[in-house]
Nanobody, 115 residues
């Protein structure tokens, strides 16, 4: 059974930084595709960053140069380093993992950016 547990969310001022973590169990993060999504109130869930099985990274245009996705094999954890945060990036952030047959979501961690 795969479980994903996010942490690291919180409240920051515009321009600040946060690092989100997603601890995985039941799967090896380095062997699977993983991503970060976010969903603001009243809006659709959007993917902000993805890292595939061979560590190729891709980002939404709105976050390029400010957010960085990474995996730590030893910790079996996915990270999202977020810099220069904007108020419009206030949202619930979700970790996502996909195997060949199934996909899994974490419970989410709230990020609030004040102006």
């Amino acid at each position: 059974q795969v479980q994903l547990v996010e942490s690291g969310g919180g409240s920051v001022q515009a321009g600040g930084s946060l690092t989100l973590s997603c601890a995985a169990s039941g799967a090896t993060v380095s062997n699977v595709e993983m991503a970060w999504f976010r969903q603001a109130p009243g809006k659709e869930r959007e993917r902000v960053a993805i890292m595939d099985r061979v560590s190729v990274r891709s980002y939404a245009n709105s976050v390029k140069g400010r957010l960085a996705i990474s995996k730590d094999r030893a910790e079996n954890t996915l990270y999202l380093q977020m810099n220069s945060l904007k108020p419009e990036e206030t949202a619930m952030y979700y970790c996502y993992l996909a195997t060949q047959f199934y996909s899994y979501w974490g419970q989410g961690t709230q990020v609030t950016v004040s102006s």
